[in-house]
């Protein structure tokens, strides 16, 4: 067919299909012909846009090549034309094919693939072919394809084989075409490639080649060689990507051959330059090509070099060339990038120090010497640096430079012809820095924005450089801080003329725009403003461009957003925006940089400038709202901080929701699944790789496709791997993960755990799936904060030894260490936690011990994490001490104890002397509280005078240094500015002053004890002993340490004042601060009149002396009149007038000398009433500020000191302060109580709150975040939710608590100072008791007040030895009746066996109860002992507080019934020692006018039982609740037919009533008595139901353990709708109920809870026991409800906090373990107190103290008299009953009787003969043979008093 008939063809597009089926019908001869006719074809039907007849055609072409289809034709052999003919039609027919395939792909990247194979295809026949232009167009068609790949590194991989096949068909076929080209000129424009594909090629080629400055030079990769050198290129990365440098340099070498030399070749040569840096080969040669390129490419290929170069010398040359080879003012910006880089490169690289600072500072001398011209305006400013950019282009630096350059000149043709000499490196003299050329330059001169940008990183830098132990770090930090304020200072004003400019050009736009297009602006204006957070914007002073002054301002300054605007739209030097700020991540780096250090070195209120343009940069220049959210909140931290709680919450309110938004997350989340897509994408485009090589022959088939490894993340770094020496962060831009990291770990530190884990766990995975192992070290040491604030430590450690595998810095390792440290610590039952702990220490020191020799540069940093550890370790080594031994003088503990004072010492030098003032302070202070300990302990007196010298030398130089480093802070700003903040640093010398001044204090308390008692010795000695001794005794010879002591001890009182009363100025607005001081300036004071006094104090010998009223009351004035009369030198004065009348002639000096001394005296005295006065207001105004602001634990020293400073000249208030500190004791045990019930803060909500709050509290001093929203809120809730909260608190009125108590409340106080060393006692006094005079008409005496109060002094250890002598009482009781129970349970298996023998069984029965009746009788004895030993004990205290009770006992015993009337409720409110003893069975206490008798744990908890302030919406829903319950009831009621009898109980005023109906109960929950159904707790309970069921007990609901175990729900439900519980059963109530469930239950409905428990049974002992056991071996970090505490709350003293803290009013429980009998009759006794007689619950258990008792008039049958005595010891012998053989047993009974009756020791006759006494008075009136039946056979027993009443005893059962 001729080319007409072809034209024809393709005239007539529509017979293309038919012209394609003709020809594939016919049989064609010459095979060569049709392969022709094929593939003109293929093009006729491209031209037609046919892709199906394309390809068909195209595939029938390519089936003529034997290589691909093993049935193609065969040709004959042909010539050489022939075959040419034969490879261009198939190279046509593959490159139409693949261009149909792109036409037609579709998004679909197998039909790309497939265009790719084709057009390789195509270039492999066009080599076959040796036609140059074939290969060119196929290898243009193949980039224009491959584009959109080459950015992947996968991809990469996956081109590198098609692009060989490619460049090798060029270079074979470039030369042949050069030959024709040179006689064929005409068509050289045939090979140009379609320019449809330019646009793309040049943009993408750029993108591509981002890492080469020539690929934006050279031009448009319609340019052959371009495109040949923009292929190489992508052959090298893919060759970098897998770190194949020899491979890489090869193939540049092959480039170099292959191509011309041009300047295309200079691509090829900067990557041979960069992989032969990376294998240290030499390349002087290579980079000589550059010589004629600009010399800021020249310095770019040098720094490429240096950072690509292995060798540390070779890198050190490329940096110098690099820096040398810039000469220009027009490359100073970017020299001073290089000087700043250099300058980190030798500090990594362990350089001096100060070769690296000079680097900085020759930048800093660049910067400063830069001039700058006046930008004509600000649109050819900015077109300005658009064409310098494209001039200089400098890809591998992030530091565009902003000068005039030349573009790159064109390389010399000749480039054979080099000059080596040019490339050897010749010896010259450094010049480093510039010479100044401005001396007049100020700060004020300096408007450029990215000058001070840069003088900002540089002054950084050099701070960070130089380290702490310089002395210039603070100066380079207010250095830069300065350069801030100028930064705001050229900026603000520069956006204010921008402002106004665009206000003009709105205005003017507004009036030629339409209505409609103004409209439409407002709504997209709209629209913006509505996505963004609402500001409540504090009112402007000024314009909106005024910058602030003050620390307050800058604290809540905000940039308006009209600023925010004109910074984007200011196109000058001045304009705060991407054009002057081009590495706006590099500069938030280095401004964190600087707000923590100055943080740490105390300029706190200078941080918030830095935090604000941080913040300003983040959400304007970087546009990240999350990044400025961050910097928000760090604002917000350091606000509070500063105590500037109004600003805190201004920026929380700017920050909004503090949560991950869900666009970031999805954002994140689908970064992080296209990148695990393309990792598992690898494996399978290696697969199909190697199935295309099948029909793809390369040339190189020896090579095979090596197995690919993971790839760089795109979005870390595009660029080569760099390597550098210590850890990187990419700060080129911004990364989620880091953003949300940085944001978690401030959250964790101002408390918002949910959020910060939320923020942490998103982080984690993308860190992960990034493999950012450095940041996976932040993020898992962050989760291990969060684990450790949730009390979870085994995953605490595991978290901490997962993140010291990855790659971390010193800091980051430090603080992993103490965290594991702090984790160990916590797990307080561990037994070997201290030595655990110090393995860990030491293993890190060895570890930096190592490290220190091997980077001098950190010297400093090293040396303060070493001192930090040793500090650390010998802190632990100190609190093991403590744990252990008590006594710090033994030898063990004092060599401990003295190698860790060393350790101190020796790390508080370090911490100086490398400039950590701050750290070393708290140090110090650590090292003087080891001191004090030996001081505390020691008994020779120069030993003890000597630590404490040491100690407060220590301390004194801990304040001096305080002194100096406050004063550097505060002189930097005015006073003015500094009067509204309060500093950390200020609050920490505060906190030191304070410290230091208790010292003084103590030392002085002990100089003053020391000179009184030789007062006292002297004034004892008789005169002639005096003067014997003058005459005799020499110049006292004092030690060093003495002579020291006595110089110093006089003026230590007054140092301590100064030192208070500047650290009560100083502590501002901080009232827990201000409080402390003044409780020390209070008791300073106090010690002063003690010391100045003449006498001793005699504030506690009152009433010995006669000196009170016949109440044991003084007024004022009579207290006033009484101190000059106390002292005893008055004595002197009259001796002195005595000698004056006898030897009035004889001795006149000698009257002379005594009337000196009087006046002293009395001056003395008039000082110390001066002190005691002064130091009594400055309590009281201590007491009232604490108690206002919750401070408890100072509350309660201060109450002490007043009870001191008052005594018994004023009981009533001494005694009113005395409860004060009582029920702040009672407070901080209480709490103490309830922390160990919530180990695991995911138990329940208030758990979690208050290990919150515990957190927070935990660097008060310094973080200030009691102050806090977040702390508000926290206490608001627990106010708001947790009944046991509100239990805590002290109310600010405890003064007037007494005048809401009942008038017949009668409340005595036994409380022992902190450390045990003083009882106090006191009886408190209604100030207003007309009540009560009213109810005694008998009363015909004045009644004046009766409240008294005595203190005594007694040893620690007499305390803790009378409390293990009961504890040890109650074990062996326990043990004793366990004992009896095992031998019971063995005789009724006997029973069952042994029924025939009667007699064998009698004998061992016999043999039994009598073993069971000796330990009985010995623990009677035993009990009588410790009950006199308990007398003793409290007999110094109890015989001064008995006169207050005999007025009102006399005129009980006189009044007879009418005395009935005045029912005196005694209280007794002990401390948690105390409250272990039986109190109740003192002497004083069992008159029997006594009407009840309770116990409590302070008045504020008895107050609080009373008075229950239920809120208005409460009192309405219990109304509805109530109603609720009265309709279930009576539903039940008519289904149980079951006829109530109303209660027709009067309710005396005084009285609290008791609903019958509300009682729930919970009986033997496990059936675990099954053999004794008599005295089984079921059946007790079902018989009292029965009995009462009509009056009482109709309505009472519960479960008892026959029915079924109760679970967790049923316990809640049974407490929380009671008005009464009662648990009648084995064990003890904590041990089915754990304390972390009880604890969060709001029992305030629940007035009286009754525990019978303390009982064992052989099935409940042996149940418990594997229950303890398990709960021994569970430790409290493993979710679990038991720990090993839960055993010590499960003490009676315990639980009873623990159920007083719910809310219950009245608690009645056992102390100690009794058997089934004594219980039986207890339960018998309470409720028929309650139920049928009436009687209160106070009343009920103080008749069971005296069971032998009766009252006037009261009849046999309410059965309380004798028989219960009796019952209560005959019931221990029911055990012992066979089939109710009752009468042995009672003869057994009656002798156990008489054996008791007898004395068996002294101790028993003695306090049996108090008890006659009291009761013999009692009982003078009514049944008198009953009385002398009393004496004869009662003594105290021990089951009297095992049930004792807590809390409410005026409640009454209606």
């Not at 830095?610 to 983040?618: G, H, M, P, Q, R």
């Not at 004056?1140 to 000096?1149: G, I, P, Q």
């Not at 009067?1546 to 053999?1571: M, S, W």
């Not at 071996?1673 to 839960?1686: A, C, G, K, R």
């Amino acid at each position: 067919m001729g080319n007409a008939r072809l034209q024809e063809v393709h005239s007539r597009k529509s017979h293309v299909a038919e012209t394609v089926t003709m020809v594939d019908n016919c049989e064609w001869s010459d095979a060569l012909i049709e392969l022709q006719i094929w593939s003109r074809l293929s093009e006729l039907a491209f031209a037609a846009r046919n892709h199906q007849i394309v390809m068909k055609c195209s595939n029938k072409a390519l089936d003529f090549d034997p290589e691909r289809n093993n049935a193609a034709p065969k040709m004959k052999k042909m010539d050489s034309f022939k075959s040419m003919v034969y490879q261009e039609m198939l190279s046509y027919a593959s490159c139409l094919q693949g261009q149909s395939l792109m036409d037609n792909m579709q998004g679909k990247s197998v039909v790309r693939r497939a265009a790719l194979e084709a057009f390789v295809n195509a270039a492999r026949y066009g080599r076959k072919a040796e036609n140059y232009q074939l290969v060119i167009t196929a290898a243009r068609h193949y980039w224009n394809a491959a584009l959109p790949l080459v950015s992947e590194p996968i991809e990469r991989q996956l081109l590198r084989q098609p692009l060989t096949i490619i460049l090798d068909s060029i270079t074979a076929t470039v030369g042949k075409d050069k030959k024709q080209e040179k006689k064929e000129d005409e068509k050289s424009d045939d090979s140009k490639v379609d320019t449809s594909a330019t646009p793309s090629q040049s943009t993408s080629s750029t993108s591509l080649l981002g890492t080469s400055p020539l690929s934006q030079a050279i031009g448009d990769p319609e340019n052959d060689l371009t495109l040949r050198a923009a292929m190489y290129g992508v052959l090298f990365q893919s060759y970098a990507d897998k770190s194949q440098w020899e491979d890489g340099l090869a193939a540049m070498d092959k480039a170099v051959n292959d191509m011309p030399r041009t300047k295309h070749r200079l691509l090829i040569f900067k990557h041979r330059v960069i992989t032969k840096a990376k294998l240290g080969r030499n390349l002087h040669m290579d980079i000589a090509k550059f010589k004629d390129e600009s010399e800021d490419y020249v310095a770019h290929m040098w720094r490429k070099v240096a950072l690509c170069s292995k060798d540390q010398l070779e890198q050190l040359t490329s940096y110098q060339m690099a820096i040398e080879a810039l000469h220009s003012s027009a490359s100073e910006w970017q020299k001073v990038d290089y000087l700043l880089e250099f300058s980190e490169w030798l500090f990594i690289n362990e350089f001096p120090l100060q070769d690296c600072m000079d680097q900085v500072e020759w930048a800093v001398d660049i910067l400063l010497n830069m001039k700058f011209e006046v930008a004509k305006s600000a649109g050819s400013a900015r077109k300005k640096r658009v064409r310098k950019g494209k001039k200089s282009p400098r890809p591998g630096s992030s530091a565009p430079s902003t000068v005039d350059n030349k573009t790159h000149t064109e390389a010399s043709e000749s480039e054979d012809e080099v000059n080596i000499g040019d490339f050897i490196p010749v010896k010259g003299k450094a010049v480093i820095g510039v010479p100044v050329a401005n001396t007049a330059l100020t700060i004020k001169d300096m408007n450029n924005v990215r000058q001070l940008d840069a003088l900002i990183r540089a002054h950084i830098m050099l701070a960070k450089i130089a380290g702490k132990a310089s002395m210039y770090h603070a100066d380079y930090c207010i250095t830069a801080y300065g350069y801030i304020i100028r930064l705001w200072q050229v900026c603000l004003p520069s956006a204010g003329k921008v402002m106004k400019e665009l206000a003009t050009r709105q205005s003017t736009e507004q009036l030629n725009q339409s209505k409609g297009s103004a409209k439409g602006k407002k709504g997209k204006d709209g629209k913006g403003k509505d996505t963004e957070t609402p500001r409540d914007k504090p009112k402007r002073k000024g314009p909106l461009d005024a910058l602030p002054h003050h620390p307050e301002d800058w604290a809540s300054y905000d940039v308006p957003d009209e600023i925010r605007e004109a910074f984007k739209e200011d196109h000058s030097a001045q304009g705060l925006n991407k054009e002057n700020l081009y590495k706006p991540m590099l500069t938030l780096h280095y401004l964190d940089e600087l707000n923590k250090e100055l943080n740490e070195l105390g300029y706190t209120h200078l941080s918030l400038p830095v935090l604000a343009l941080a913040e300003t940069i983040a959400h304007d220049t970087v546009e990240s709202k999350t990044l400025a959210a961050v910097y928000h909140l760090k604002s917000m931290e350091v606000c509070q901080s500063l105590n500037l709680v109004a600003a805190a919450k201004y920026h929380e309110l700017l920050v909004g929701d503090i949560a991950i938004s869900e666009e970031e997350q999805a954002r994140s989340r689908e970064e992080i699944a296209k990148w695990q897509e393309k990792q598992v994408q690898v494996k399978k485009e290696e697969l199909r790789v190697v199935e295309s090589q099948k029909h793809v022959v390369f040339e190189d088939s020896s090579k095979k496709f090596k197995k690919s490894r993971l790839f760089t993340p795109a979005d870390q770094k595009f660029d080569l791997k760099e390597p550098v020496k210590g850890l990187s962060r990419h700060l080129s831009g911004l990364s989620l993960r880091d953003v949300w990291t940085q944001g978690a770990a401030v959250l964790i530190r101002l408390g918002h755990y949910q959020v910060a884990r939320q923020m942490l766990n998103e982080a984690l995975l993308s860190a992960v799936a990034f493999d950012d192992q450095v940041l996976h070290t932040h993020i898992l040491q962050n989760l291990a904060q969060l684990s450790y604030h949730e009390a979870n430590m085994g995953q605490v450690i595991e978290l901490l030894k997962s993140a010291q595998k990855l790659p971390c810095d010193e800091m980051t390792w430090l603080r992993s260490t103490m965290l594991m440290v702090e984790a160990t610590l916590t797990d307080s039952e561990s037994k070997d936690k201290y030595n655990k702990a110090r393995s860990i220490l030491l293993k890190a020191m060895a570890v930096f011990n190592k490290l220190s020799p091997q980077r001098p540069n950190k010297t400093s940093l090293i040396a303060y994490i070493r001192a930090t550890l040793q500090a650390k370790y010998a802190s632990i080594q100190v609190s093991h001490v403590l744990d252990e031994s008590g006594n710090t003088m033994k030898t063990k503990a004092n060599k401990e104890l003295m190698t860790a004072c060393q350790r101190l010492q020796e790390s508080g030098d370090q911490l100086l002397m490398n400039g950590y003032h701050r750290e070393a302070i708290k140090v110090l202070q650590q090292q003087a509280g080891v001191l004090r300990l030996f001081a505390c302990d020691s008994i020779d007196k120069e030993q003890q005078h000597s630590f404490l010298m040491q100690a407060k030398k220590i301390l004194q130089k801990a304040v001096n240094i305080a002194d100096e480093l406050l004063q550097d802070v505060i002189t930097l700003s005015s006073i003015q500015e500094m009067r509204t903040v309060s500093l950390p640093l200020q609050r920490e010398v505060t906190s030191m002053k304070i410290a230091y001044s208790e010292l003084l204090i103590d030392m002085f308390v002990l100089y003053a004890n020391e000179k009184r008692q030789h007062q006292l010795l002297e004034e004892r000695k008789a005169s002639i002993i005096k003067t014997v001794e003058e005459f005799v005794s020499a110049t006292p010879n004092f030690s060093d340490v003495e002579k020291e002591w006595q110089d110093t001890a006089c003026s230590l009182a007054e140092v301590a004042l100064l030192q208070l009363t500047s650290a009560h100025n100083l502590s501002g607005s901080i009232s827990e601060l201000k409080a402390k001081s003044l409780y020390n300036i209070g008791r300073c004071l106090r010690m002063l009149a003690v010391h100045v006094g003449p006498d001793p104090a005699a504030q506690w010998d009152v009433y010995d002396m006669n000196l009170s009223q016949s109440d044991g009351q003084m007024t004022s004035s009579a207290v006033d009149k009484s101190l000059p009369t106390v002292p005893a030198e008055g004595s002197i004065g009259s001796e002195a007038e005595h000698l004056e009348e006898v030897h009035d002639d004889t001795d006149t000096k000698q009257q002379s000398k005594y009337t000196h001394l009087a006046q002293k005296t009395k001056q003395n005295q008039a000082l110390s009433e001066h002190y005691l006065a002064q130091a009594s207001e400055v309590l009281s105004q201590c007491v009232q500020l604490a108690l206002q602001k919750g401070h408890t634990e100072i509350v309660s020293s201060a109450s002490l000191e007043m009870v001191e400073v008052c005594g018994q000249f004023d009981p009533s208030t001494a005694s009113h302060y005395l409860a004060i500190y009582q029920s702040c004791q009672a407070s901080l045990n209480l709490q103490s109580v309830l922390s160990r019930a919530q180990l695991d803060p995911s138990t329940s909500q208030q758990a979690a709150l208050i290990h919150q709050r515990q957190h927070l509290l935990t660097d008060n001093v310094t973080t200030n975040q009691s102050r806090s929203p977040l702390m508000k809120s926290i206490i608001s809730h627990l106010q708001d939710e947790s009944e046991a909260w509100k239990h805590l608190a002290v109310s600010h009125q405890h003064m007037d608590l007494m005048k809401e108590l009942p008038s017949n409340f009668t409340i005595m106080i036994l409380q022992h100072s902190e450390d045990k060393s003083l009882l106090y006692g006191a009886v408190l006094d209604k100030q207003k008791s007309g009540g009560g005079k009213e109810t005694k008409p008998k009363a015909g005496t004045s009644h004046s007040s009766k409240s008294r109060v005595a203190r005594t002094i007694v040893e620690p250890h007499a305390l803790e030895d009378l409390m293990r002598k009961f504890r040890q009482f109650k074990f062996d009781v326990m043990q004793m009746l366990l004992k009896a129970e095992y031998q019971r349970s063995q005789q009724a298996q006997r029973k069952k066996m042994l029924e025939n023998l009667e007699d064998l069984e009698q004998k061992t029965v016999k043999e039994i109860s009598d073993d069971v009746l000796k330990e009985e009788q010995r623990l009677q004895d035993r009990f009588i002992e410790l009950l006199v030993a308990m007398e003793d004990y409290l007999k110094p205290v109890t015989s001064q507080l008995d006169k207050a009770f005999r007025a009102t006992d006399s005129l009980a015993s006189i009044g007879g019934k009418e005395s009935q009337t005045s029912d005196e409720y005694m209280v007794i409110l002990a401390d948690k020692w105390l409250l272990e003893l039986p109190l109740e069975a003192m002497a004083m206490l069992q008159h029997p006018s006594i009407f009840s008798l309770s116990r409590d744990f302070s008045l504020q908890m008895l107050y609080n039982r009373i008075h229950r302030e239920p809120e208005e919406e409460g009192e309405d829903k219990k109304k509805k609740d109530a109603k609720a319950k009265a309709s279930k009831t009576a539903a039940k009621d008519k289904g149980k037919n079951v006829k109530m009898v109303p209660v027709d109980r009067n309710v005396p005023a005084t009285c609290l009533p008791l609903d019958t109906h509300g009682f729930r109960y919970i009986v033997d929950p496990h059936d675990e008595n099954t053999d004794l159904e008599t005295y089984g707790p079921i059946y007790n309970m079902t018989e009292l139901l029965k009995k009462y069921q009509s009056q009482f007990t109709g309505r009472w609901e519960g479960i008892m353990g026959n029915e079924h175990v109760p679970s967790i729900g049923e316990w809640e439900i049974q407490l929380s709708e009671s008005s009464a519980f009662v648990f009648y059963g084995m064990e003890k109530l904590l041990s089915h109920l754990s304390a972390s469930k009880l604890i969060p239950m709001n029992l305030s409905e629940c007035f009286l809870v009754v525990m019978l428990d303390h009982v064992q049974t052989n099935q409940s002992f042996l149940r418990q026991s594997k229950i303890d056991v398990i709960k021994s071996q569970t430790w409290p970090d493993l979710e679990s409800d038991f720990s090993v505490i839960d055993l010590s709350l499960e003490r009676h003293v315990e639980t009873a906090m623990l159920l007083s803290l719910t809310g219950v009013g009245c608690i009645m429980a056992n102390q100690w373990h009794c058997n089934l009998a004594d219980n039986a009759d207890k339960f018998n006794t309470i409720f028929k107190g309650l139920l049928e007689l009436g009687r209160t619950t106070g009343q009920t258990t103080r008749r069971m103290f005296i069971p032998t008792w009766k009252a006037p008039g009261e009849g046999e049958q309410e059965g309380e008299g004798e028989d219960d005595g009796k019952e209560s010891k005959t019931g221990k012998d029911d055990k012992h009953k066979k089939d109710g053989k009752d009468g042995k047993d009672n003869k057994s009974g009656k002798s156990k009787d008489k054996e008791g009756s007898r004395p068996a020791s002294k101790a028993k006759q003695k306090i049996k003969e108090e008890k006659d006494k009291e009761v013999k008075v009692d009982l003078t009136k009514g049944e008198e043979e009953g009385e002398d039946h009393v004496d004869d056979d009662v003594i105290v027993s021990r089951h009297w008093y095992n049930t004792v009443c807590y809390g409410l005893p005026n409640l009454i059962v209606t």
